[in-house]
């Protein structure tokens, strides 16, 4: 058998000029009549970009012809497909004397990824001036110059008929050319999937962008559906094209499922697409191919879904934030039944001391009046022991009240209840096993550690009860998390970082009844004797004073958990603890004490107690009074006032304006329920001395010792120093004459309270804002001795800040916290200032205040 002669050979001998370029454009091979058309050598430019190669003239006009290859070419480049440019003027060769008019077509190969690869040129010359030359050499030849005219025009007429011609193809062409280019950019910008399959096998001859996209992939033109999307053939899609070109009609898909190798062997995409096979037919009506149109629905589709999804349970949820809503609704009923219940509770708690008192006070003047062992003094003591039992119980509603002043600190919650491990096994008996779970790495709690012991006694001796005496009791102590949806639920709670405290027994639990009730005051489900109902109610009201939560979980006949949730606090328990003082012996003096009180018996009682231990009394019946008193000059050494007054001077003010007048006067107070004007967030002020009503004579006479000795105690630190006291000028809750009054300035919220709760347990008595522009407005009103401010804050810097206030009131001292290192200790030139780099540990700001303060 023969065999076939290359390309090369075949091309060679074809008397058509045969040239082929890369797709850069390079020209890297050319037959014979290439060679001896263009009048080049192969070196000449082989190897050259065509347009080097043949740069074609300089005149803008003429090279129209560049641009019209140019065109050409891109488009081969862009659409894989031939393209013929019908005539262009060229100079070929660069020095021949005038341009050629050619006609060229543009043959693209195409690579194994599809792409053009090569692009072959055929060249034809369409001028025919061989043909003129001839008709030209035959006038030439005749001696006849009308037959040389005729022969030049008719060869004139030849080529300008020939050539308009060809210019009116060239023109249709392009006209047709850019209606293609147009319709191909419509197409292949449409955002739908598009694709022409044509015959009977479904060839790819078309797809736009958005198809390739959809797909996957890119090299499917030239090929069959079953070829080019394998994966599909067992998908049914392959049955509905051969359906539509055979019948004829059309298929509508909506939402339809399928699975396609967007990328190779990996897993399958899922999608949803909407689409249409539309048949395509010829002149006679035949189908000769098939119109694809669609969109990707997938995101619909699982949109609709999961809409579908939540409407099969929109009943379920419907009924769940139901039951949440009634449940918060009955927390927020519960809550505020108790702050009313609280509210009246106080009221008369207070009206009971004020009683209590009268009773206590008379008692105890009249047994130290009587001789001792008597009768008579045997039955005083006896109704003194119901007034003890009678304050107790007032406390216990001053508790559940949260009206009772606290002295918290803190207090690490496993060491305190570890213990009373002892007073826990001696008060329960020896019939209750007791279990104390600690947890590792416990949170310390600001919180009054006597009222915590009692609250915890309590529940435990309630659990003893429940229990009738026999069973296990679990203590148990853990950090805690209650977050936005528990304080969703739960009105009264604020989400946040918790102490948790849990006292659980294995008695007969609660009925959802005695439950719902359990911390009103006085209610009991004990015997009548055997209980006051007010156990659960001052641990109710304890730990809602204390800023913490408390909860009830209980099953009948299975047992009873309480769990109690305290704020957790950042601070060192060693750093604030205060060793408790032991009891002084009950001595008088000869010093002058004011009493200031608005129950004629009370202060009468008063007064009389006083007398006994030897003191010069004075006495006012409001603070309007007590302040005619204080400007008349006479010499006063204490005040003794009630908190709650009428008229309009609070006793706050009342304090402020007597240490005004007498910079040394000591100052105690007495209450059985102080409103709020000594006590805030649960706790009394700072500086501030509060003697309970109802009180016993013994405590008074204690309670003024202790502070006369303080006071002699500062005057001999003060000689020692030689330094003069400086006058304490308190704010509107009374200062000690050792602590400043600071204004705290700092936008982080958590760091403004744990630095404001650091100072006030330091002895100092603290105002906190946010922001400068709040800092300014309560400078307006009230003076400072320091100002502790943040150095970035929102609008206005705490250096700028510092100049205004320092500008108003020149004696204030600054102290800048900072997280950007040191300020340089001075702002502007025009103040001192201390500055304290975040994070800065207690001693540090020990040193601070005390620096700005001497």
Known sequence: MNTL???????????????????????IWANDAYVKTTSTAREAFIGRNVFDAFPNESNESINAGVLQLRASFD???????????????????????????????????LGPDGRVAYVLQCTVEVSELQRLKLAARRANDSEDPDVLRSDELRADQVRAGLLDRAHAVQSANLVLEMERTRLRNLFDQTPGFMAFLSGPTHVFELANRAYFETVGRHDIIGRTVREALPEIAVQGYIELLDRVYRTGEAYVGRGMRALLERTPDEALDELYIDFVFQPVFDLKSQVIGIFVQGSDVTAEHKAQSELANYRNHLEELVAQRTDELRESQAALLQAQKMEAVGKLTGGVAHDFNNVLQIISGNLHLLQAALPQETMTTRRLASASAAVERGAKLSSQLLSFARRQPLDPRVVNPGRLVRNMDELLRHALGEHISIETIIAGGLWNTFVDPHHLENVILNLAINARDAMGGEGRLTIEAGNAMLDDRYAQLHPEVTA???????????????SEH????????????????????????????????????????????????????LPRSHLNEAALQAPAAGEAPVTGGRETILVVEDDEHVRATAVDMLLQFGYQVLKASDAQSALVVLQSGVHIDLMFTDVVMPGPIRSPELARQALTLIPDLEILFTSGYTENAIVHGGRLDPGVTLLSKPYRMDDLARKVRHLFRNRAQRKRSSQVADVPPAPA??????????????????????????????????????????????????????????????????????????????????????????????????????????????????????????????
Do not use: C
């Open 729 to 854: 000028a308190a704010p509107a809750a009374v200062a000690r004459p050792s602590g400043l009054r600071i204004l705290l300035v700092e936008d982080n919220a958590d760091t403004r309270v744990s630095t404001a709760e650091l100072l006030g347990m330091l002895g100092h008595t603290v105002v906190a804002v946010e922001d400068a522009e709040a800092a300014l407005e309560v400078l307006n009103k009230q003076a400072f001795d320091l100002l502790f401010s943040d150095i970035s804050l929102p609008n206005m810097s705490g250096a700028d800040l510092a100049l205004e206030a320092v500008s108003r009131f020149p004696s204030m001292r600054v102290i800048f916290a900072s997280g950007y290192g040191e300020t340089g200790g001075l702002i502007g030139g025009k103040m001192d200032s201390v500055t304290l780099v975040k994070p800065y540990s207690l001693e540090e700001l020990m040193r601070a205040v005390s620096h700005s303060s001497s």
């Open 5 to 27: 002669p290359d390309f090369e050979s075949l091309l060679n001998a074809s008397p058509n000029a045969y040239m082929l370029m890369s797709a850069d454009l390079t020209m």
């Open 496 to 510: 946040g970082q918790y102490v948790m405290l849990a006292v659980t027994d294995t008695g007969m639990g609660m």
């Open 514 to 565: 005695v439950m719902s009730r359990a911390f009103e005051p006085f209610f009991t489900t004990k015997p009548e004797g055997l209980g006051t109902g007010l156990g659960l109610s001052m641990a109710y009201g304890f730990v809602k004073q204390s800023g913490g939560h408390i909860k009830i979980y209980t099953e009948p006949q299975l047992g009873t958990s309480i769990k109690i949730y």
């Open 75 to 109: 488009r081969v480049l862009k659409t894989g497909l031939p393209d013929t440019v019908a005539v262009v003027s060229y100079r070929v060769p660069a020095d021949a004397p005038h341009t050629t008019d050619w006609s060229a077509t543009h043959t693209p190969l």
